[in-house]
T-cell receptor
Framework: DAKTTQPPSMDCAEGRAANLPCNHSTISGNEYVYWYRQIHSQGPQYIIH???NNETNEMASLIITEDRKSSTLILPHATLRDTAVYYC?????????FGAGTTVTVRA | SAVISQKPSRDICQRGTSLTIQCQVD?????MFWYRQQPGQSLTLIATANQGSEATYESGFVIDKFPISRPNLTFSTLTVSNMSPEDSSIYLC?????????????FGPGTRLTVL
């Protein structure tokens, strides 16, 4: 799996969009970008994934740059329940390598 | 989605003893994994539990310390053997599916182990 780099922490205001960056400059052509999050004391939860195109689901949007060297996870309207550690993972097989992630704190 | 349960949810053990953690899935799945999350750290993959054959261990993890069983497609166990305080961690099982055309993993709630 390609190495990913994320900021260690970020704050955002409740109700505002949260934009979480991830660098994966060595990503290979067949590696997907996955995002998971881990709310305190729970197992990680899948959020979204993408290969080349931007993706949106009921939880978030994923914007991948054209050169695929970076991506941004967007939580459109952050709530207090979105406070968690967010992991960006680049992978082309069944194994997921979790980095340190970004600790996101949503403040009222 | 897959619903995963783990037993026990937490335990406090004495050094030198062993603990077996159970992972039960509500549907048949091909891929099951065991992870360790040390205090304040991210998740580290221990091994892939293979049904009907020996588990595949990641670098730094060995079968003698973390024996794994996978008797069928819905159940697996991880044993933490001859425990020391350094084994105090959260142990999580996960299952992977390609039902929707991509690798989506579902995680259990974890087992919080404290070794005294």
């Amino acid at each position: 799996d390609a190495k990913t780099t994320q900021p260690p922490s970020m704050d955002c205001a409740e109700g505002r969009a949260a934009n979480l960056p991830c660098n994966h400059s060595t990503i290979s052509g067949n590696e997907y970008v996955y995002w998971y999050r881990q709310i305190h004391s729970q197992g990680p939860q899948y959020i979204i994934h993408g290969l080349k195109n931007n993706e949106t689901n009921e939880m978030a949007s994923l914007i991948i740059t054209e050169d695929r060297k970076s991506s941004t996870l967007i939580l459109p309207h952050a709530t207090l329940r979105d406070t968690a550690v967010y992991y960006c993972i680049a992978s082309n097989d069944y194994k997921l390598s979790f980095g340190a992630g970004t600790t996101v704190t949503v403040r009222a | 989605s897959a619903v995963i349960s783990q037993k026990p949810s937490r335990d406090i053990c004495q050094r030198g003893t062993s603990l077996t953690i159970q992972c039960q899935v509500d549907s048949q799945v091909t891929m099951m994994f065991w992870y360790r999350q040390q205090p304040g750290q991210s998740l580290t993959l221990i091994a892939t539990a293979n049904q009907g054959s020996e588990a595949t261990y990641e670098s730094g993890f060995v079968i003698d310390k973390f024996p794994i069983s996978r008797p069928n497609l819905t159940f697996s166990t991880l044993t933490v053997s001859n425990m020391s305080p350094e084994d105090s961690s959260i142990y999580l099982c996960s299952v992977g599916t390609y039902q929707r055309g991509y690798n989506e993993q579902f995680f259990g709630p974890g087992t919080r182990l404290t070794v005294l």
